[in-house]
């Protein structure tokens, strides 16, 4: 991914909010993360007690990150819109009613009808407070995906413990720290 310094054009904020949501996935579907009932598009309850604190911690972190700092850059609604934008359970879900896709030869977000969907433009105040917190979380995100074995302070995060998120987690962690200061 690009240094973010300026405003994502949509293309860039897209494929920040498809990285995300893949993490995501990985995370959501890591085989210690254990729910209370089966989840779905709509609800997923967690079961803390058999959750990891460490591996609730990581991906409470990143899903806030994708809430906070990734999803003001794309339009209104695309997590609940776009497939690869959406929820892991709403994801896998082949009858989830997704109205928007992303094409790529145009770099444009589009409607059932190939009506383009809008991006948002932050203002330049909005930008100076959404690019710095981006880059330090995804400088943290690293630490505990990636460096959570070599690096004490991150593994003292996790609890105290180690945890693989596994070679697609860190992938998709790499793609978000790709040009980032």
Not at 29 to 40: D, G, Q
Not at 99 to 122: C, H, Q, R, Y
Not at 124 to 135: F, G, K, Q, T, V
Not at 149 to 172: Q, Y
Request: charged share 25%; aromatic share 12%; proline share 10%.
């Amino acid at each position: 991914m690009p240094i973010l310094n300026t405003h994502p054009t949509p293309a860039e904020a897209y494929e920040m909010g498809t990285t995300y949501a893949a993490l995501l996935r990985h995370l959501y579907n890591h085989p210690e993360f254990h729910y209370l009932e089966p989840p779905n598009a709509v609800i997923y309850k967690i079961d803390p007690d058999r959750t990891p604190p460490g591996l609730f911690f990581t991906t409470d972190f990143v899903q806030n990150t994708y809430i906070k700092y990734s999803l003001p850059f794309l339009p209104e609604g695309a997590s609940r819109k776009c497939k690869e934008l959406g929820n892991p359970w709403a994801y896998a879900d082949p009858n989830y009613p997704w109205e928007w896709t992303w094409d790529s030869e145009a770099a444009a977000m589009k409607d059932a009808s190939g009506n383009v969907i809008e991006f948002p433009e932050l203002s330049s105040a909005r930008l100076h407070e959404i690019i710095p917190d981006l880059a330090t979380r995804n400088y943290f995100k690293r630490k505990l995906v990636i460096e959570n074995d070599t690096d004490p302070k991150a593994k003292a995060l996790l609890s105290g413990r180690t945890i693989d998120f596994g070679p697609d987690a860190r992938a998709e962690v790499e793609k978000l720290n790709e040009g980032m200061p």
